[in-house]
T-cell receptor
Framework: DAGITQSPRYKITETGRQVTLMCHQT?????MFWYRQDLGHGLRLIYY???????DKGEVPDGYVVSRSKTENFPLTLESATRSQTSVYFC??????????FGPGTRLTVT | DAKTTQPTSMDCAEGRAANLPCNHS???????VYWYRQIHSQGPQYIIH???NNETNEMASLIITEDRKSSTLILPHATLRDTAVYYC???????????FGGGTRVLVKP
């Protein structure tokens, strides 16, 4: 099916563990984005990618690592999860100069 | 990107038009006004965008003032499913990064 998917949808992990959130889009959009949304707040940009092998920091990149070896995938890794990274994570994709399409989100809890 | 100011919340009667204002007084000539909404727990959804002309699509209309310092999103016949947080965002032309503010929490009442 065409669209943007995220996995897992829910994840509970312990402090200090590494966890990777996956994002996959089928539109071949050049841009992909990762946002986090804390309870009761707006979304904040973590990292974005303009194309395969091109990534750049957003507003809140500390503690996160991204890679983009293929156009359709944009995984986000928390190298050593902390409680402050408990959040809902949204992935998005889009063409340059056009709107973004968001995935359903991953709800991450760090205990 | 220019900053936007929106009311924190507003109520609307089902079936009536909902008019959502947004102030973006520092907008530059090459910046667009985008509107997204986020229905509870879902990812944001694109609604509409414009540069200086008014725009309309199947979801909404966007009215931008002549000086481009403010705009209004109009939901012509609000339904209960339009209850959501609505975000007005200014984006540079050929740019893609979105900076979300607090948005307007719209509650459509029967």
């Amino acid at each position: 099916d065409a669209g943007i998917t995220q996995s897992p949808r829910y994840k509970i992990t312990e402090t200090g563990r590494q966890v990777t959130l996956m994002c996959h889009q089928t539109w071949s959009h050049s841009y992909m984005f990762w946002y986090r949304q804390d309870l009761g707040h707006g979304l904040r940009l973590i990292y974005y990618s303009a194309a395969a092998d091109i990534t750049d920091k957003g507003e809140v990149p500390d503690g996160y690592v991204v890679s983009r070896s293929k156009t359709e995938n944009f995984p986000l890794t928390l190298e050593s999860a902390t409680r402050s990274q408990t959040s809902v994570y949204f992935c998005a994709s889009g063409r340059v100069g056009y709107e973004q399409y968001f995935g359903p989100g991953t709800r991450l809890t760090v205990t | 990107d220019a900053k936007t100011t929106q009311p924190t919340s507003m109520d609307c009667a089902e079936g009536r038009a909902a008019n959502l204002p947004c102030n973006h007084s520092t907008i530059s000539g090459n910046e667009y006004v985008y509107w997204y909404r986020q229905i509870h727990s879902q990812g944001p959804q694109y609604i509409i965008h414009g540069l200086k002309n008014n725009e309309t699509n199947e979801m909404a209309s966007l009215i931008i003032t002549e000086d481009r310092k403010s705009s209004t999103l109009i939901l012509p016949h609000a339904t209960l499913r339009d209850t959501a947080v609505y975000y007005c965002i200014v984006v540079k032309a050929a740019g893609n990064k979105l900076t979300f503010g607090g948005g307007t929490r719209v509650l459509v009442k029967p």
